[in-house]
Structures are given as structure tokens and as C-alpha cells.
């Protein structure tokens, strides 16, 4: 019989483990498309498959599809699934229909990586990356602003994708913070991909009800790079001129406030005061840029080359 001042072992991690984001995950399923880091000892967080609770206890933050306090997150995608974040290490997925596993697994990880990296003290960034000669820039903004699109395109001209619509960012005092690769795959507009010629490619899924197909890229070992650039991304309208405009100070900071990953009420559920300092960091230690340009597909390759010769200079 057990001493009950006995210390146990501890439990056992599931037996598949990744490193994405500069996290590191341990599930019991696999990740279609993505090698194992073996040389992973530790999980930073755990992905279990169950039931998840119907509500969290003394929410702070609540709206039609998230309740969220400083330790416990739940997510609802109706009819779909349903995701439970327990502190900053478990991860508890209910799926509510079969649905494809790439996409479940990149909708996931994309909503729990993101709020795991926050109380870690990462910011994430909604935003792709490309990796250049001495680190990568990232491509932020939001839903439709043409992540996907451009670093598709970048990727033509010779940069290597690190990341797809998250970026974590770890700042570092005084130094540039780091970004982790994701997972390396684009979903693209099966619009964009014609006009990037892109459509001989093999695609590994479509998105269910909308002309959007899914690409995986090469996969390579996972790496922590330095951020050098943000590119904010917009369209030209009438107030704001076509260009690379570079921003400063407050200018910076707010950009990157508008690129997060993350739902604005939820702020005020982690460290404010931490967050805001390490998004003034990482302003004053990155290039911050607005990149504004035609909402014509026609153009995209002219453009696409601009940033491509910019990011190079």
C-alpha cells in the first residue's frame, strides 16, 4: 500500500509530440503532415480528446462563442467542435461532427496556440511570416487582408514560409524578439491561386462551402527566427496613399494592437500592464510598416514584387 506522503510518478505524456510556434504540444493522435520532434523531452501542453465542460467557472470575459477568465478558456464553433483551455498547459478538444483532421488540427491550434503564447506572455500576431536571409518579416491583418496571398507569392520569389495566420511572438529585452514556425501550409483563394498559378499544385484539402483550397508546403524542422519587419496590410482607399510607409512610436504600437490574434475584450483577462509592455518592446525594436495596395487582383504580381524588393533592401 501507498504512503500517503508517497510521491507519485508523474503521468505519462501522450505518445506524439510537436514543436510549433515555439510551443511544444504532446497529443495521443497524430498531425497529418507534420514530423514528430522527438527531441522534445517535455510538452509544454497537452492536446486531449473529450468532453469539455458546458461552462467555465466566474468568467470575465464572455460573448455569443467564448467565456474566458485568467485560467480556463472555452471556445464553441457550433455544430462543429468545442475547445477547453485549462491554465497554460491542457488543451481539451470535443469534436461535434468527423470532420476533416488537417483543418480541425490548424483551427485548433491556431485559437489554443494563440491563447497559451498570451499567458505565456507571447503576443500573437494575426499574421504569416516568411523567413528571409537573417530572420523573417511578418504580413499582419485581418481576415481578407491578403496573408495568405502575398507570402504565397513571396514564397515564388525565394523566401521559405515560417508561419500561416499566427505569429507568437516571444519578445526579448533590448533584442529582436522571436517568432516560431507553424505549421507550413496556405489557404488560398481559388482566385488567388489562379492569378499566382498556383492551381497545378497539389492541394491536401478544401474548405467546406467556400472556393478556398488548402496547400501544404515542404516541412522543415521547427526554429525560433528573429522578427525584423511587420507589414501591416491594407487596402488603398482615398485617406491613405498607395506605398511602404514606415510608422514610429504610438503609430507602431497601435498597428500592432489592430494585428492581434486575439479578441479585444480578452485583454483585459490576462497581464494588461506585461502586454502592452512587451508591445511597446517589440515596436521599439522592429521595423513597423504599413503596406498599402490595390485591391486588384490584377496587380498582385507588381506588388507582390514591390514588397518582395523591399523586404530584400
Known amino acids: 500500500m501507498n504512503s500517503p506522503f508517497t510521491e507519485m510518478p508523474p503521468e505519462p505524456l501522450p505518445a ?37 465542460p458546458n461552462a467555465i467557472h466566474d468568467p470575465i470575459y ?39 483532421p488537417s483543418r480541425m488540427w490548424t483551427f485548433l491550434l491556431g485559437i489554443c496556440a494563440s491563447i497559451i503564447g498570451f499567458r505565456h506572455g507571447f503576443i500573437p500576431l494575426h499574421a504569416a511570416a516568411v523567413q528571409g536571409h537573417n530572420g523573417c518579416v511578418a504580413l499582419a491583418g485581418n481576415s481578407g487582408a491578403g496573408k495568405s496571398t502575398l507570402a504565397a507569392s513571396l514564397c515564388d520569389r525565394g523566401f521559405t514560409l515560417h508561419a500561416e495566420d499566427l505569429c507568437l511572438i516571444q519578445p526579448a529585452n533590448g533584442a529582436h524578439p522571436r517568432v516560431g514556425s507553424g505549421i507550413r501550409e496556405l489557404r488560398l483563394w481559388d482566385d488567388a491561386a489562379e492569378a499566382l498559378d498556383w492551381t497545378h499544385r497539389v492541394c491536401c484539402a478544401t474548405e467546406p462551402g467556400i472556393p478556398k483550397s488548402v496547400y501544404r508546403l515542404t516541412q522543415a524542422p521547427p526554429v525560433l527566427l ?25 503609430d507602431a504600437l497601435q498597428t500592432l494592437i489592430a494585428s492581434l490574434r486575439l479578441r479585444p475584450g480578452l485583454l483585459s483577462v490576462g497581464a494588461r500592464e506585461q502586454t502592452f509592455a512587451s508591445l511597446a518592446s517589440i515596436s521599439n525594436t522592429t521595423e513597423v510598416y504599413r503596406f498599402v495596395r490595390p485591391h486588384d487582383r490584377h496587380q498582385l504580381q507588381a506588388w507582390s514584387e514591390r514588397l518582395a524588393n523591399h523586404i530584400a533592401a
Open 62 to 100: 464572455c460573448d455569443d462563442t467564448v467565456q474566458a477568465s485568467a485560467t480556463e478558456y472555452l471556445f464553441a464553433y457550433p455544430g462543429y467542435l468545442r475547445l477547453y483551455v485549462d491554465g497554460t498547459t491542457k488543451i481539451t478538444v470535443e469534436p461535434l461532427v468527423e470532420c476533416d
Open 226 to 250: 528573429p522578427l525584423k519587419r511587420v507589414y501591416a496590410l491594407e487596402f488603398h482607399d482615398d485617406d491613405v496613399p498607395k506605398g511602404i510607409h514606415r510608422v514610429h512610436g504610438v
Open 16 to 52: 506524439h509530440r510537436y514543436s510549433l510556434f515555439g510551443l511544444n504540444f504532446a497529443t495521443d493522435r497524430t498531425i497529418p503532415g507534420l514530423a514528430e520532434d522527438e527531441g522534445s523531452d517535455v510538452a509544454t501542453v497537452t492536446v486531449a480528446f473529450a468532453p469539455v
